[in-house]
């Protein structure tokens, strides 16, 4: 995890914003923390209904606590990147063995896309998060571990889901 916090974080500062959605949800954001309007995203003067409003929540908040910088934007992801793995390695532990939980974190870890959404200002990072810890939910639920607090989480992670990209999750 230390390891693949530091390749996660390495240079995005430095970079600037490349891709057009990047672009929009940092603007997105800024405006948010700059208007004090966490309510209603707005581009350009505009409503922004692309989107729903969660995405634009965790760059604010990073933005709130580090600054309106390229670094705060990517922040969101490289953090659920991070919690990704670690979620990962739990569930492979607790179900199959920690030998298989650590090949299982290094070889995601050291993948080209993951690493790649763990450094851009998009939310398929937080959203990829959130689909791992509803199937984690639903592979304890049918294997009949059951308890009242895991419906819950699955539930609750599906709305912050829907609210990061929309009832497209529910697919």
Known sequence: ???SAFVYALGNNTM???????????????T??????????MF?????????VFAFWCQASAMTLFGQNVFAARLPSCLSAL?????VFWAVNHF?????????????????LFITLSKLAIMDAPLLLL???AQICLAAM???KTILWIPAILWIVTALAIMTKGPVILA
Do not use: H
Request: zero cysteines; hydrophobic letters at 50%.
């Open 1 to 3: 995890l230390l390891a």
């Open 142 to 144: 049918y294997s009949r």
């Open 44 to 52: 350009r003067g505009d409503v922004f209904i692309g989107k729903p």
């Open 131 to 133: 689909v791992t810890i």
């Open 16 to 30: 600037p914003l490349f891709d057009r959605d990047e672009g929009w949800y940092a603007q997105i954001s800024r």
């Open 83 to 87: 919690a990704t793995l670690a979620i």
């Open 96 to 112: 199959v063995g920690s030998r298989r939980a650590l090949w299982t974190v290094f070889v995601l870890a050291t993948s080209a």
């Open 32 to 41: 948010m923390v700059e208007t004090r309007n966490w309510v209603v995203p």
